[in-house]
């Protein structure tokens, strides 16, 4: 009894792995954070080696912004805990936007969304996530690098 349920356990975990690995094949896909907005749904995603930021609605992308050559270029991360607060901030510049999908937890409050920054006059427009269907931004920012120039750190 004891070796049949031994047995079982190994075809069982052996077919649990071939299926994360065909279902990860099959797209190719690791998302990272995903929400939805008013304007549609965020999602942080690497795909085939690139990592995505894209805005959709309906299934329909509205705006993509693409990772540059090797490791995730042209985005950064900023990263701050202590006590009851962390922030986490992943961000690129496209023309004169600033994008930054941000995940905040202060005073037992928690916050997520895309904070989008015009750069010549300072103006910011916020997507707050209603639902947060994926965050998992921390184990991202391990493959991004750091602005150290930002006071928030790494």
């Not at 941000?102 to 910011?124: L, R």
Request: overall charge positive.
């Amino acid at each position: 009894m004891r070796l049949y349920l031994t047995g079982s356990l190994v075809l069982l975990l052996s077919l649990l792995s071939f299926h994360n690995f065909y279902a990860k094949s099959e797209n190719n896909s690791d998302v990272y954070f995903s929400c939805n907005t008013n304007k549609g749904n965020v999602k942080l995603e690497i795909k085939d080696g690139t990592l995505s930021y894209s805005l959709s609605k309906e299934g329909i992308n509205s705006f993509i912004f693409n990772s540059l050559g090797d490791n995730y270029s042209g985005f950064l991360y900023n990263h701050y805990t202590r006590y009851q607060a962390e922030y986490i901030y992943v961000y690129f510049v496209n023309g004169n936007y600033r994008y930054t999908v941000f995940d905040n937890y202060e005073n037992n409050k928690k916050s997520s969304g895309v904070s989008v920054v015009n750069n010549d006059n300072k103006k910011e427009f916020l997507l707050m996530c209603k639902t947060v269907k994926k965050n998992n931004l921390r184990n991202l920012i391990t493959f991004l690098e750091c602005d150290k120039d930002n006071a928030l750190g790494c």
